[in-house]
Protein backbone atom coordinates (compact mmCIF):
# COMPACT_ATOMS: atom_id res chain seq x y z
CA UNK A 1 0.00 0.00 0.00
CA UNK A 2 1.21 3.30 -0.62
CA UNK A 3 0.55 6.09 1.47
CA UNK A 4 0.81 9.67 0.17
CA UNK A 5 1.99 12.38 2.49
CA UNK A 6 2.26 16.09 2.17
CA UNK A 7 5.44 17.15 4.12
CA UNK A 8 6.31 20.79 4.62
CA UNK A 9 10.12 21.66 5.99
CA UNK A 10 9.34 23.73 9.33
CA UNK A 11 7.27 27.21 8.32
CA UNK A 12 7.44 26.85 4.52
CA UNK A 13 4.00 27.11 3.79
CA UNK A 14 4.60 25.36 0.89
CA UNK A 15 3.18 21.66 0.17
CA UNK A 16 4.66 18.97 -1.50
CA UNK A 17 4.23 15.42 -2.07
CA UNK A 18 6.41 12.25 -1.00
CA UNK A 19 5.53 8.84 -1.70
CA UNK A 20 6.17 6.27 0.73
CA UNK A 21 5.58 2.00 0.87
CA UNK A 22 4.34 0.68 3.71
CA UNK A 23 6.29 -2.81 4.82
CA UNK A 24 4.72 -4.07 8.02
CA UNK A 25 5.13 -1.46 10.87
CA UNK A 26 7.59 1.17 9.24
CA UNK A 27 7.11 3.67 6.44
CA UNK A 28 9.91 3.34 3.88
CA UNK A 29 10.04 6.04 1.17
CA UNK A 30 9.91 5.24 -2.50
CA UNK A 31 12.66 8.08 -3.22
CA UNK A 32 14.05 11.09 -1.69
CA UNK A 33 13.17 14.08 -4.14
CA UNK A 34 15.37 17.39 -3.56
CA UNK A 35 12.80 20.18 -3.73
CA UNK A 36 14.18 22.90 -5.37
CA UNK A 37 12.50 25.82 -3.58
CA UNK A 38 13.79 28.62 -1.47
CA UNK A 39 13.02 26.94 1.59
CA UNK A 40 14.82 23.59 1.35
CA UNK A 41 14.47 20.30 0.43
CA UNK A 42 12.14 18.00 2.18
CA UNK A 43 13.26 16.63 5.35
CA UNK A 44 13.11 12.88 6.08
CA UNK A 45 11.25 12.28 9.04
CA UNK A 46 12.51 8.76 9.69
CA UNK A 47 15.14 7.98 11.42
CA UNK A 48 16.99 4.92 11.78
CA UNK A 49 14.76 1.66 11.73
CA UNK A 50 12.46 2.50 13.80
CA UNK A 51 11.89 5.80 14.67
CA UNK A 52 10.00 8.98 12.86
CA UNK A 53 7.79 12.02 13.58
CA UNK A 54 4.41 11.60 14.64
CA UNK A 55 2.32 12.35 12.31
CA UNK A 56 -0.02 15.60 13.50
CA UNK A 57 -3.92 15.61 12.27
CA UNK A 58 -4.21 19.09 13.69
CA UNK A 59 -1.91 21.12 11.20
CA UNK A 60 -3.54 24.10 9.72
CA UNK A 61 -2.71 25.30 5.95
CA UNK A 62 -0.30 22.45 5.96
CA UNK A 63 2.66 24.58 8.33
CA UNK A 64 4.15 22.65 10.62
CA UNK A 65 3.92 22.98 14.14
CA UNK A 66 6.95 22.80 15.64
CA UNK A 67 5.32 21.78 18.85
CA UNK A 68 3.63 19.09 17.60
CA UNK A 69 7.41 17.38 16.44
CA UNK A 70 6.75 14.09 18.60
CA UNK A 71 8.91 10.98 18.26
CA UNK A 72 6.78 7.36 17.78
CA UNK A 73 8.44 4.33 17.30
CA UNK A 74 6.94 2.09 14.79
CA UNK A 75 8.66 -1.05 16.45
CA UNK A 76 10.10 -1.13 20.05
CA UNK A 77 13.70 -0.13 19.97
CA UNK A 78 16.28 -2.89 20.53
CA UNK A 79 19.53 -1.60 19.16
CA UNK A 80 20.70 1.66 21.38
CA UNK A 81 24.29 3.41 20.61
CA UNK A 82 26.04 5.07 23.26
CA UNK A 83 28.47 7.33 22.84
CA UNK A 84 30.87 8.85 25.53
CA UNK A 85 33.38 11.38 25.86
CA UNK A 86 36.66 9.88 25.80
CA UNK A 87 39.55 10.86 28.06
CA UNK A 88 37.39 12.03 30.62
CA UNK A 89 37.78 9.68 33.90
CA UNK A 90 34.59 10.96 35.28
CA UNK A 91 32.79 9.82 32.27
CA UNK A 92 33.79 5.90 33.85
CA UNK A 93 30.89 5.60 36.23
CA UNK A 94 28.37 7.15 34.45
CA UNK A 95 28.89 4.81 31.13
CA UNK A 96 28.98 1.69 33.53
CA UNK A 97 25.60 2.58 34.85
CA UNK A 98 24.05 3.48 31.76
CA UNK A 99 25.46 -0.04 29.92
CA UNK A 100 24.15 -2.25 33.23
CA UNK A 101 20.71 -0.55 32.55
CA UNK A 102 20.58 -1.16 28.60
CA UNK A 103 21.67 -4.70 29.00
CA UNK A 104 19.72 -5.41 31.93
CA UNK A 105 16.36 -4.14 29.64
CA UNK A 106 17.29 -6.77 27.08
CA UNK A 107 18.64 -3.79 24.87
CA UNK A 108 21.87 -4.55 22.25
CA UNK A 109 23.97 -2.05 23.57
CA UNK A 110 26.68 -0.46 20.67
CA UNK A 111 29.99 1.13 22.14
CA UNK A 112 33.16 2.40 19.99
CA UNK A 113 36.25 -0.65 20.40
CA UNK A 114 38.22 2.16 21.84
CA UNK A 115 35.92 2.79 24.51
CA UNK A 116 35.55 -0.35 25.54
CA UNK A 117 39.25 -0.89 25.22
CA UNK A 118 40.11 1.08 27.66
CA UNK A 119 42.35 0.41 30.59
CA UNK A 120 40.34 1.09 33.38
CA UNK A 121 37.29 -0.61 32.06
CA UNK A 122 39.32 -3.65 31.01
CA UNK A 123 41.15 -3.99 34.50
CA UNK A 124 37.50 -3.84 36.30
CA UNK A 125 36.15 -7.30 36.84
CA UNK A 126 32.54 -6.05 38.41
CA UNK A 127 32.30 -4.86 34.32
CA UNK A 128 33.37 -7.60 32.64
CA UNK A 129 29.71 -9.62 32.36
CA UNK A 130 28.27 -6.29 31.04
CA UNK A 131 31.59 -5.45 28.71
CA UNK A 132 31.49 -9.01 26.95
CA UNK A 133 28.19 -8.33 26.01
CA UNK A 134 28.69 -5.00 24.41
CA UNK A 135 28.79 -4.78 20.41
CA UNK A 136 31.98 -3.00 19.02
CA UNK A 137 32.58 -1.10 16.10
CA UNK A 138 35.44 1.16 14.60
CA UNK A 139 34.75 4.40 12.71
CA UNK A 140 35.25 4.23 9.40
CA UNK A 141 35.75 0.17 8.96
CA UNK A 142 32.26 -0.67 10.35
CA UNK A 143 28.89 0.72 9.20
CA UNK A 144 26.19 0.61 11.46
CA UNK A 145 24.22 2.89 10.18
CA UNK A 146 21.28 0.58 9.42
CA UNK A 147 21.17 -1.28 12.37
CA UNK A 148 20.49 1.38 15.62
CA UNK A 149 17.37 2.47 16.75
CA UNK A 150 18.39 5.28 19.46
CA UNK A 151 21.97 7.08 20.32
CA UNK A 152 22.81 7.98 23.71
CA UNK A 153 25.37 10.52 24.25
CA UNK A 154 27.34 11.30 27.42
CA UNK A 155 29.77 14.64 27.47
CA UNK A 156 29.60 17.57 25.95
CA UNK A 157 28.36 18.99 22.11
CA UNK A 158 31.51 17.41 20.73
CA UNK A 159 29.87 13.74 21.33
CA UNK A 160 26.75 14.56 19.28
CA UNK A 161 28.94 16.65 16.71
CA UNK A 162 30.49 12.82 16.21
CA UNK A 163 27.41 10.83 16.45
CA UNK A 164 26.10 12.84 13.92
CA UNK A 165 29.43 12.37 11.30
CA UNK A 166 29.01 8.45 11.88
CA UNK A 167 25.61 8.92 10.03
CA UNK A 168 25.63 10.44 6.80
CA UNK A 169 22.18 9.17 6.01
CA UNK A 170 19.21 9.21 8.03
CA UNK A 171 19.98 9.59 11.50
CA UNK A 172 18.34 7.71 14.80
CA UNK A 173 17.22 10.22 17.61
CA UNK A 174 20.07 11.43 19.95
CA UNK A 175 19.35 11.90 23.52
CA UNK A 176 22.56 14.04 24.94
CA UNK A 177 23.18 13.90 28.71
CA UNK A 178 25.33 17.11 30.05
CA UNK A 179 28.47 15.53 31.42
CA UNK A 180 30.68 17.94 29.46
CA UNK A 181 31.95 21.46 29.51
CA UNK A 182 29.65 23.43 28.06
CA UNK A 183 26.54 21.00 26.97
CA UNK A 184 24.68 23.63 24.99
CA UNK A 185 23.50 20.73 22.88
CA UNK A 186 22.61 18.19 25.76
CA UNK A 187 19.77 19.01 27.87
CA UNK A 188 19.61 15.97 30.00
CA UNK A 189 20.69 15.73 33.83
CA UNK A 190 22.38 12.42 34.12
CA UNK A 191 21.03 12.48 37.71
CA UNK A 192 17.33 11.03 36.55
CA UNK A 193 18.89 8.80 33.64
CA UNK A 194 16.73 5.74 34.34
CA UNK A 195 13.12 7.79 34.39
CA UNK A 196 14.65 9.69 31.33
CA UNK A 197 15.02 6.50 28.85
CA UNK A 198 12.33 4.81 30.10
CA UNK A 199 9.93 7.64 29.05
CA UNK A 200 12.26 7.82 25.91
CA UNK A 201 11.13 4.14 24.71
CA UNK A 202 7.46 4.79 26.09
CA UNK A 203 7.30 7.32 22.86
CA UNK A 204 5.64 10.61 22.31
CA UNK A 205 8.86 12.58 23.27
CA UNK A 206 9.48 16.48 21.56
CA UNK A 207 12.15 16.50 19.37
CA UNK A 208 13.99 19.19 17.41
CA UNK A 209 15.00 18.51 13.76
CA UNK A 210 18.51 20.20 13.62
CA UNK A 211 19.30 20.71 9.62
CA UNK A 212 22.75 19.62 8.10
CA UNK A 213 24.43 20.78 5.77
CA UNK A 214 25.23 18.72 2.90
CA UNK A 215 28.92 19.39 1.63
CA UNK A 216 31.09 18.25 -1.56
CA UNK A 217 34.48 19.59 -2.47
CA UNK A 218 35.22 19.16 -5.82
CA UNK A 219 38.40 19.11 -7.13
CA UNK A 220 39.11 21.20 -10.67
CA UNK A 221 35.35 22.08 -11.33
CA UNK A 222 35.60 25.76 -11.34
CA UNK A 223 36.91 27.48 -14.51
CA UNK A 224 37.02 31.33 -15.07
CA UNK A 225 37.20 33.09 -18.45
CA UNK A 226 40.87 35.14 -18.91
CA UNK A 227 38.95 38.33 -18.77
CA UNK A 228 38.63 39.45 -15.17
CA UNK A 229 35.61 41.21 -13.81
CA UNK A 230 35.15 44.25 -12.10
CA UNK A 231 32.74 44.56 -8.75
CA UNK A 232 29.85 46.30 -9.07
CA UNK A 233 29.25 49.17 -6.81
CA UNK A 234 26.65 46.89 -5.09
CA UNK A 235 29.39 44.12 -4.56
CA UNK A 236 27.33 41.52 -7.06
CA UNK A 237 29.72 41.08 -9.85
CA UNK A 238 28.31 39.30 -13.38
CA UNK A 239 28.15 35.73 -14.40
CA UNK A 240 31.47 33.78 -14.66
CA UNK A 241 31.55 30.57 -16.55
CA UNK A 242 31.34 27.47 -14.07
CA UNK A 243 31.53 24.31 -15.73
CA UNK A 244 29.21 21.75 -14.05
CA UNK A 245 30.50 18.68 -16.18
CA UNK A 246 33.97 19.04 -14.67
CA UNK A 247 36.02 18.22 -11.44
CA UNK A 248 35.56 15.53 -8.94
CA UNK A 249 34.18 14.79 -5.92
CA UNK A 250 36.97 14.17 -3.03
CA UNK A 251 34.83 14.51 -0.45
CA UNK A 252 30.97 14.31 0.22
CA UNK A 253 29.42 14.62 3.84
CA UNK A 254 26.80 15.74 6.17
CA UNK A 255 27.95 19.06 9.36
CA UNK A 256 25.57 19.58 11.72
CA UNK A 257 27.67 23.27 12.87
CA UNK A 258 29.35 24.95 10.41
CA UNK A 259 31.97 24.87 7.57
CA UNK A 260 34.78 26.68 7.78
CA UNK A 261 37.22 28.24 5.54
CA UNK A 262 40.29 30.38 6.89
CA UNK A 263 43.64 31.30 5.63
CA UNK A 264 45.78 28.68 7.82
CA UNK A 265 49.15 29.00 8.11
CA UNK A 266 49.44 32.16 5.54
CA UNK A 267 49.94 35.54 6.86
CA UNK A 268 47.91 36.73 4.00
CA UNK A 269 44.08 37.70 3.98
CA UNK A 270 42.17 35.06 2.80
CA UNK A 271 40.36 35.75 -0.62
CA UNK A 272 37.51 33.37 -1.69
CA UNK A 273 34.56 33.75 -3.44
CA UNK A 274 31.14 33.37 -2.83
CA UNK A 275 28.54 32.20 -5.06
CA UNK A 276 24.46 31.75 -4.67
CA UNK A 277 22.52 29.28 -6.82
CA UNK A 278 25.75 29.59 -9.33
CA UNK A 279 25.83 33.85 -9.24
CA UNK A 280 28.85 35.66 -8.20
CA UNK A 281 27.34 37.13 -4.81
CA UNK A 282 31.16 38.86 -3.43
CA UNK A 283 34.29 38.57 -2.80
CA UNK A 284 35.59 37.66 1.40
CA UNK A 285 38.48 39.23 2.06
CA UNK A 286 39.82 38.68 5.67
CA UNK A 287 40.38 35.49 7.79
CA UNK A 288 37.98 33.39 6.69
CA UNK A 289 33.94 32.44 6.22
CA UNK A 290 31.89 30.35 8.21
CA UNK A 291 28.70 29.10 6.85
CA UNK A 292 26.60 26.83 9.64
CA UNK A 293 23.36 25.66 10.29
CA UNK A 294 21.15 27.47 12.81
CA UNK A 295 22.46 24.75 15.15
CA UNK A 296 26.23 26.54 14.67
CA UNK A 297 24.52 29.96 15.10
CA UNK A 298 25.71 29.50 18.78
CA UNK A 299 28.73 27.99 18.07
CA UNK A 300 31.86 29.51 16.42
CA UNK A 301 29.26 31.51 14.41
CA UNK A 302 28.04 33.21 17.29
CA UNK A 303 31.52 34.36 18.44
CA UNK A 304 31.98 35.70 14.85
CA UNK A 305 29.51 38.13 15.60
CA UNK A 306 26.26 36.17 14.18
CA UNK A 307 22.71 36.55 15.53
CA UNK A 308 21.66 33.65 17.19
CA UNK A 309 19.36 31.31 15.27
CA UNK A 310 16.68 28.78 16.42
CA UNK A 311 17.35 25.52 15.19
CA UNK A 312 13.74 25.30 13.55
CA UNK A 313 14.09 28.30 11.64
CA UNK A 314 15.05 26.73 8.11
CA UNK A 315 18.13 29.08 7.10
CA UNK A 316 21.94 28.81 6.28
CA UNK A 317 24.29 31.55 7.39
CA UNK A 318 27.20 33.11 6.26
CA UNK A 319 29.38 34.72 8.84
CA UNK A 320 32.69 36.41 7.67
CA UNK A 321 35.72 36.45 10.23
CA UNK A 322 37.62 39.61 10.55
CA UNK A 323 36.77 40.50 6.78
CA UNK A 324 38.54 43.56 6.40
CA UNK A 325 35.80 45.88 5.31
CA UNK A 326 33.38 47.92 7.63
CA UNK A 327 30.43 46.95 6.08
CA UNK A 328 30.58 43.32 5.67
CA UNK A 329 27.97 42.02 7.81
CA UNK A 330 26.86 37.84 8.82
CA UNK A 331 23.30 37.42 6.36
CA UNK A 332 21.33 34.40 6.51
CA UNK A 333 19.94 33.21 3.37
CA UNK A 334 17.68 30.89 2.90
CA UNK A 335 17.69 26.83 3.72
CA UNK A 336 17.09 25.77 -0.38
CA UNK A 337 20.12 27.49 -1.95
CA UNK A 338 23.10 26.11 -2.95
CA UNK A 339 26.33 27.73 -2.00
CA UNK A 340 29.67 27.31 -3.54
CA UNK A 341 33.08 29.01 -2.20
CA UNK A 342 35.98 29.25 -4.52
CA UNK A 343 39.42 30.96 -4.36
CA UNK A 344 39.34 33.99 -5.63
CA UNK A 345 41.91 34.31 -8.99
CA UNK A 346 43.48 36.85 -7.23
CA UNK A 347 43.94 35.16 -4.09
CA UNK A 348 48.23 34.99 -2.93
CA UNK A 349 47.51 31.90 -0.89
CA UNK A 350 45.35 28.96 -0.47
CA UNK A 351 42.26 29.07 1.75
CA UNK A 352 41.67 25.76 4.18
CA UNK A 353 38.34 23.77 5.07
CA UNK A 354 37.46 22.05 7.83
CA UNK A 355 33.95 20.24 8.84
CA UNK A 356 32.64 20.30 12.26
CA UNK A 357 36.16 20.98 13.36
CA UNK A 358 37.35 18.22 11.44
CA UNK A 359 38.71 16.74 8.30
CA UNK A 360 40.82 19.28 7.78
CA UNK A 361 42.19 20.14 4.54
CA UNK A 362 43.65 22.83 1.77
CA UNK A 363 41.68 24.34 -1.27
CA UNK A 364 43.58 25.56 -3.88
CA UNK A 365 42.43 27.32 -7.14
CA UNK A 366 40.39 25.11 -9.25
CA UNK A 367 38.69 23.48 -5.97
CA UNK A 368 35.35 24.24 -5.20
CA UNK A 369 32.93 23.61 -1.80
CA UNK A 370 29.00 23.40 -2.60
CA UNK A 371 26.66 23.72 0.21
CA UNK A 372 23.45 23.34 0.60
CA UNK A 373 20.69 21.77 3.18
CA UNK A 374 20.58 18.50 4.03
CA UNK A 375 17.56 16.16 3.47
CA UNK A 376 18.11 14.20 6.82
CA UNK A 377 18.47 16.32 9.92
CA UNK A 378 19.79 15.71 13.24
CA UNK A 379 16.55 14.51 15.77
CA UNK A 380 17.47 15.50 19.07
CA UNK A 381 15.50 14.29 21.44
CA UNK A 382 14.40 17.57 24.60
CA UNK A 383 14.44 17.78 28.07
CA UNK A 384 11.37 19.30 28.27
CA UNK A 385 9.84 21.46 24.65
CA UNK A 386 12.28 22.37 22.00
CA UNK A 387 11.46 26.08 22.62
CA UNK A 388 12.04 25.89 26.34
CA UNK A 389 15.12 23.76 26.05
CA UNK A 390 17.24 26.58 23.48
CA UNK A 391 16.32 29.45 26.02
CA UNK A 392 17.19 27.73 29.02
CA UNK A 393 20.34 26.73 27.37
CA UNK A 394 21.08 30.31 26.30
CA UNK A 395 20.85 31.73 29.52
CA UNK A 396 22.73 28.74 31.34
CA UNK A 397 25.93 27.98 28.86
CA UNK A 398 25.55 31.44 27.11
CA UNK A 399 24.53 33.89 30.31
CA UNK A 400 22.59 35.30 27.59
CA UNK A 401 21.25 38.90 28.52
CA UNK A 402 22.09 38.26 31.91
CA UNK A 403 22.51 41.89 33.46
CA UNK A 404 21.61 43.11 37.25
CA UNK A 405 18.42 43.90 37.32
CA UNK A 406 17.34 47.68 37.84
CA UNK A 407 15.60 48.68 40.84
CA UNK A 408 11.92 50.27 41.02
CA UNK A 409 11.15 53.37 42.40
CA UNK A 410 10.35 53.90 46.01
CA UNK A 411 7.50 56.53 46.02
CA UNK A 412 5.71 58.97 44.33
CA UNK A 413 8.09 61.63 45.02
CA UNK A 414 10.87 59.96 43.41
CA UNK A 415 8.99 59.64 40.10
CA UNK A 416 7.92 63.69 40.51
CA UNK A 417 12.07 64.25 40.79
CA UNK A 418 12.71 62.04 37.70
CA UNK A 419 10.12 63.87 35.67
CA UNK A 420 11.47 67.60 36.63
Known amino acids: MSILINKILYNAGLPGNICYHDEGARLEPVCCRRGHFLHGPYPDTHFGPKACVLPNPTSVMHIQDPASQRLTWSKPPLNVLVIRKIRDETLLEPFKELCRFLVEKHLMVYVEKKVVDDGSLMTDDSFSAIRNQLCTFREGYDDISDCIDLIICLGGDGTLLYASSLFQGSVPPVMAFHLGSLGFLAPFKFESFKTEVDKVFEGNAAIILRSRLKVKVVKGMFQRNEQLFSTQENGIAPHNHINNEAGKITLQLQVLNEVVVDRGPSSYLSDVDLYLDGRLITSVQGDGVIVSTPTGSTAYAGAAGASMIHPNVPAIMVTPICPHSLSFRPIVVPAGVELMITLSPDARNTAWVSFDGRKRQEIQ?????????????????????????????LAQCLHWNIRKKQTRLTDASDSSETDN
Open 365 to 393: HGDSIKITTSCFPVPSICCHDLVYDWFDS
